[in-house]
Structure formats: C-alpha cells, structure tokens
C-alpha cells in the first residue's frame, strides 16, 4: 500500500520497501513534512509483513543536502516548529522530536534498511544515511559535515566517530573537508561503491540478498549488533552530544550568528566577516 505524501515516495514492491525523498530542486532538504512522512513511510513498512527491508533513497543528483534550514531559520517558511524554536525549550524540544527521536527510530527500526547516496550527502544528510544498516554509494557521492565553521556543534547526533573512527572524525568536522565514495568506502562508511548509473539496480539487489534471510533471524540480529552499539557507548555518546549541541545553540555565539544571517539573509556573509576579523554591526 503505498501512501498519501508529498516530499516522499512510498514504493513496496515484493519483500523491499523503497522510501525516496523527493525534494530534488532542494537537493532534498529535509523540513518537517518530509520527516514526518519518513516516518510514517516507515510506519506503513513496519506494518506490512511482506515488507523485509527498506531501501532510503533520494530523488535527483543528490541524496540530501542536510536540514532545510530556509524552513526553521530562514524567517520566511510556514514550518510549524518556526514559532517554538523562539525559545530554548521549543527549540530543544523540537530537534529532541524531530531530528533526535526521528533518527533513532530509524536507527532501531526493526527491519533492515540501506541507504542508497548519490550527489551531495551533507550535515544532516550524513546523519540520515547513518541510521541505516547499511550504505551503497555512487561513485559521485560526496559527504561533508561544514557545520562547525558556522557555529553549529555538528549535527544533532555526532554519527562520525561511529561513522570513521574518532581522529579521521576530527579531521572531518574541524575541517569541514569532503570525503568521496572511495575514501568514504576505504574508512568502513559505506560498503560498497557502485557506478552512478547503477546504483538503484545493485542497491536493490543487496536488498533482496538480505530478504532472503527469514525476517525474525534478521530482526534479531540487528538488534543484538545495534545493542553492541549500545554497550559500545553509542547510545550514550550521541545523547551526550546532543545535549552539548543544544548548549552551544543558546550560547552568546551561537545567538548572534544566528541573528546576523537572519539580519543578513545569508551564513556566507556573516562566515567572511567573521573570518576576515572584521567586527559586524550589533543586530
Ligand atoms: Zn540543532
């Protein structure tokens, strides 16, 4: 059954669930809509036995571009959570609901799920990609997390030590640097990297090698290896950061680069300034 959704396409089909963003004039920037039917689709290939595994694809040159920060910041959308992110409360309440508990759910969503990235695969982009099992690459993708630049403590879940180790993570968001599909493959953050062109095919056929593994073997698995996650520290780490995240969101810094792009309409600008030393007029 395939649902009602406008930034989404819900596609089962035999044992695999497609789920494809589908903003592609927005590089498939998540605002809340297209959460919200993540989550449902995910929903609708919960509750479908047929359904063994979940392929998380975008539509267009690029998986994800991130959050669509237009939407939460921009001052011109009509996002429901523009209004609470007025407050520290709101706004944690907000990114708990909508980035952190949206994420984990994919994470121990209990069906396998892959990843299918192509194009630019950034910030909250990478984070999304994370969440699942497993990831297959175009030869084209690209990840990057340039967040930290603008003030940003990374993402709501720090993924990358989890992702490439803690010094390449280091590496990755001190310097906002890009990774390609190759490194990305050489550092274990995807397994396997295929030609553009043929990336929905081999995702596919990944998806239905693993859908031959009885469904409660599979769940069962992902579950103990997601719980070694967990003894791991994972589950800690990342609510660790996500609390930090949130301090630095309603710190002096943060708060007054927050209102010189609002000011401004623009990060770039206020990124130039403030890194030419050059001191920008109080808002
Ligand atoms: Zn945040």
Known sequence: MAGDFET????????????????????????SRLIDELDAALDLADAD????????????KHFSSGHDLKAIVGGEGADPWVALRETPEGKFQHEKTMYFDRCMRIHDFRKPTIAAVQGSCVAAGLMLAAMCDLIVAADDAVFSNPV?????????????????????????????DTIDAQEAWRLGLVNRVVPRAELTRRTRELADRIALVPPVTAQVVKDTLNHTGTLMGKRDALKYHFMAHHWVHNTATA????????????????????????PRPQP
């Open 8 to 31: 989404i396409l819900y596609e089962p089909d035999g044992a695999v669930a497609t789920v494809t963003m589908n903003r592609p004039d927005m590089a498939n920037a998540q605002d």
């Open 49 to 60: 036995d047929a359904i063994r595994v979940v392929i998380l694809a975008g539509a267009g």
């Open 148 to 176: 930290l630049r603008l003030t940003g403590a990374g993402v709501e879940l720090l993924v990358e030590p989890w992702e490439i180790g803690i010094r390449k993570a280091k590496e990755f968001l001190f310097t906002g």
């Open 255 to 278: 708060l007054d680069a927050l209102a010189a792009r609002k000011a401004k309409g623009s990060m770039k600008e206020v990124i130039a300034e403030r890194d030419a030393g050059r």
